[in-house]
């Protein structure tokens, strides 16, 4: 019989195969490429407000919504393609949050225009990797902001980004792999150990 408090935890996501897989497999795993990136702060702007599982379970029909996060597709949506969305039950119906979208794909084609990608834009905030003797053991170890994020929102909204502040965008850097918030004793840790 194993004992149930010796048995390491996730930092979140037991009891839900898509929550755990995503804990698993993409939480903390360094993102690239602009469409991915894209969808990653889009979708963390949809959650503001919600729960991550929410967004979570409704990714596969934003994926379909917003043509696959493409910036040079979601950048031509109209008036009709919000009207669409908003009508659209398959993910968070919130003007607000789907002008944004649209938004920062225009924003991704300005930063191209301007000889930059979104990649690069983003990745220049990473910050330096924390020694592993200084990972956090709980959540409250674990900050909701940084100055890097602070930055990067201050960029990111220079270039015409919507809907995003510095939590919002730390959480991008959690989900972005920019930062690596897995606590001490989570299997995920626990695994890379030699």
Known sequence: MTDAAATPRRCFGDGDPLYAAY????????VRGEAAL????CLEAFQSGLAWITVLRKRPAFRAAFAGFDPEAVARFTDDDVARLLGDAGIIRNRAKIEAA???ARAVLGL????RTLTDLVWAHRPA???????????????TTTPEARALAKELKGVGFRFLGPTTVYAS?????????HLADCPV???RRP
């Not at 698993?24 to 360094?30: L, Q, S």
């Not at 990797?129 to 900050?143: C, G, I, N």
Request: charged residues 35%; glycine residues 6%.
């Open 23 to 30: 804990h698993d497999e993409e939480w903390g795993v360094p």
């Open 38 to 41: 894209l969808e990653r702060f």
């Open 102 to 104: 649209i938004a920062d």
């Open 112 to 115: 191209w225009e301007a000889g």
């Open 129 to 143: 990797p924390r020694p592993e003797s200084e990972r956090p053991r709980t959540w409250a170890e674990v900050p």
């Open 173 to 181: 850097m959690q989900a972005c792999g920019l930062v690596d918030d």
């Open 189 to 191: 840790v626990l695994a």
